[in-house]
Nanobody
Framework: QVQLVESGGGLVQPGGSLRLSCAASGIIFSINAMGWYRQAPGKQREPVAVITSGGSPNYADSVKGRFTISRDNAKNTVYLQMNSLKPEDTAVYYC???????????????WGQGTQVTVSS
């Protein structure tokens, strides 16, 4: 089994910053892409940022220039640095990871349980 555990969410004022972390644990041979998604009340889950195993990032247009995704492959951990936060960034943030558990296995996507981010004055 593979578990993803997020941390770092909370309440922040507009213009503030938060850093989310997501650590993968369990039987892991390698991790391909890792990413962050979010879901606001009444809306569908949407991608925020994704990073390849080689460290190449991609961002949703709504967060470009404000959010930075990074990863530490030695720790099987992905981070999301969020700056200049806006009320519309309020959502539950989920991480995911495309994990190969064995050298011969295909990748499978695992999800974390989510962490709440609230941007409000």
């Amino acid at each position: 089994q593979v578990q993803l555990v997020e941390s770092g969410g909370g309440l922040v004022q507009p213009g503030g910053s938060l850093r989310l972390s997501c650590a993968a644990s369990g039987i892991i041979f390698s991790i391909n892409a890792m990413g962050w998604y979010r879901q606001a009340p009444g809306k569908q889950r949407e991608p925020v940022a994704v990073i390849t195993s080689g460290g190449s990032p991609n961002y949703a247009d709504s967060v470009k220039g404000r959010f930075t995704i990074s990863r530490d492959n030695a720790k099987n951990t992905v981070y999301l640095q969020m700056n200049s936060l806006k009320p519309e960034d309020t959502a539950v943030y989920y991480c995911n990871a495309d994990v190969r558990r064995l050298p011969t296995s295909l990748g499978r996507v695992y999800w974390g349980q989510g962490t709440q981010v609230t941007v409000s004055s």
